[in-house]
C-alpha cells in the first residue's frame, strides 16, 4: 500500500440493506407504549458506538429498506400521502408533519440532551423515578433484558445500559446457548433482542411474516417486535398486490413510515460501501452497478 502496488478503494453500492436493530418486544406491559419505545431509542449513543467500537465505518440505519429507494424520507407527498390519509385517525400526526429521524449525539447535540428527552416520555408514559429506580404506577421497577447468544455484541449493549442505567431502568445481559436462544425467540420469551430483517429490491408475501398481525401468536414466526396494527395490515397487502413498478415502491414507503412511527425498534447500522484493494495494474468503469462491485467489467490495463 505505502508503495502504491496495492490500492485502496470503497465503492458504493444501492443493495437493500434491510434494518437491523434492537428489536423491543411490545408483548411485554413495559413495552407496550410508543412513548416508552421511543424513550428507549435516545438512550443508544450511536455516533459514540461507531466512533470508539467501529473505526467510523457505518452508517446509521434509519429505514426498515435502507439503502433503497424503497426507504421513505422526508414527508409523504403525492400518492404516498393520498395513501395514508386513508389512515389518518389512526396514525401518530407526525407520520404527517415532520420526517422521521434517530436520535443523535452529533453537535448540537449530546447524550445528556438525548437523555432528557427520554426522561420526559417515560413521566409522560406514568413512570416515574423513586430513591433513584425507573417504576411505573404501581411502584414496580422497570426492568429490561437483553437476550444474546453471541458474547461479542455485549461490547455493544455495556455503553447502552450504562445510558439506560442513568434513566433509572434496571436493563442487564442474559446470554444463552443457541438452542436455548432459538427456543425462547420462537415463544417470544423476551424484551430485547438484536435482528436483523433483510430486504430485497422487491418486497412481498415474506412482509406478512415480519409485520402482520396474524402472526403475532404464532410461534417461530419473525413478528419479533409483536406489531399487531391494522394499518400496517393493509399496507402490507397494498406492498403484496402492487400492479406495477412505482405502486410498490409508493406502498413500500408508506409501510416504511408506519413502521417507524411505531417505533417497534432500535435502527442499528449499516454498510453503503464495498471495501476492496487491488492491484495497481488493474482497472474498473468509473460507474458501477446498483449491486456494488462487478468483476467481470474490471481489465488489466
Same mark, same amino acid.
Given at each position: 500500500f505505502d508503495s502504491g502496488e496495492l490500492i485502496k478503494e470503497e465503492i458504493k453500492h444501492e443493495r437493500p440493506s434491510g434494518m437491523q436493530a434492537f428489536v423491543l418486544n411490545t408483548r411485554k406491559a413495559y413495552l407496550s407504549d410508543p412513548k416508552v419505545r421511543r424513550a428507549l431509542t435516545y438512550a443508544f449513543d450511536f455516533e459514540w458506538t461507531n466512533s470508539n467500537l467501529f473505526h467510523s465505518a457505518y452508517k446509521r440505519s434509519s429505514s426498515y429498506f435502507e439503502n433503497s429507494e424503497l426507504a421513505s424520507s422526508g414527508v409523504p407527498e403525492g400518492e404516498e400521502l393520498a395513501i395514508l390519509e386513508k389512515f389518518k385517525k389512526q396514525l401518530p400526526a407526525e407520520v404527517f408533519t415532520t420526517p422521521y429521524s434517530v436520535p443523535s449525539t452529533a453537535k448540537p447535540n449530546s447524550i445528556r440532551k438525548n437523555l432528557r428527552s427520554a426522561m420526559s416520555l417515560l413521566k409522560e408514559a406514568g413512570y416515574d423515578v423513586?430513591?433513584?429506580?425507573?417504576? *411505573?404506577?404501581?411502584?414496580?421497577?422497570?426492568?429490561?433484558? @437483553?437476550?444474546? @447468544?453471541?458474547?461479542?455484541?455485549?461490547?455493544?449493549?455495556?455503553?447502552?445500559?450504562?445510558?439506560?442505567?442513568?434513566?433509572?431502568? *434496571?436493563?442487564?445481559?442474559?446470554?444463552?446457548?443457541?438452542?436455548?436462544?432459538?427456543?425462547?425467540?420462537?415463544?417470544?420469551?423476551?424484551?430485547?433482542v438484536v435482528s436483523g430483517i433483510g430486504q430485497s429490491n422487491s418486497p412481498g408475501n415474506e412482509q406478512r411474516e415480519y409485520w402482520s398481525s396474524s402472526k403475532v401468536a404464532v410461534p417461530g414466526s419473525r413478528n419479533y417486535a409483536g406489531i399487531n396494527d391494522p394499518v400496517v395490515d393493509e399496507l402490507i397487502e397494498m406492498v403484496i398486490s402492487s400492479p406495477d413498478r412505482q405502486s410498490l415502491i409508493t406502498s413500500t414507503r408508506a409501510l416504511d413510515r408506519v413502521l417507524l412511527w411505531g417505533h417497534y425498534a432500535i435502527p442499528n447500522w449499516y454498510n453503503p460501501v464495498d471495501r476492496i484493494a487491488y492491484s495497481k495494474k488493474l482497472a474498473h468503469p468509473e460507474v458501477t452497478p446498483k449491486s456494488g462491485i462487478y468483476l467481470d467489467a474490471w481489465w488489466v490495463k
Open positions: 423513586k430513591n433513584g429506580k425507573r417504576v *411505573d404506577q404501581n411502584g414496580n421497577p422497570f426492568k429490561l433484558e @437483553f437476550l444474546m @447468544f453471541q458474547k461479542d455484541f455485549e461490547r455493544v449493549v455495556q455503553p447502552f445500559i450504562k445510558n439506560l442505567e442513568r434513566l433509572g431502568i *434496571d436493563a442487564r445481559i442474559t446470554v444463552v446457548d443457541t438452542t436455548q436462544y432459538i427456543n425462547r425467540l420462537r415463544d417470544f420469551d423476551f424484551d430485547v
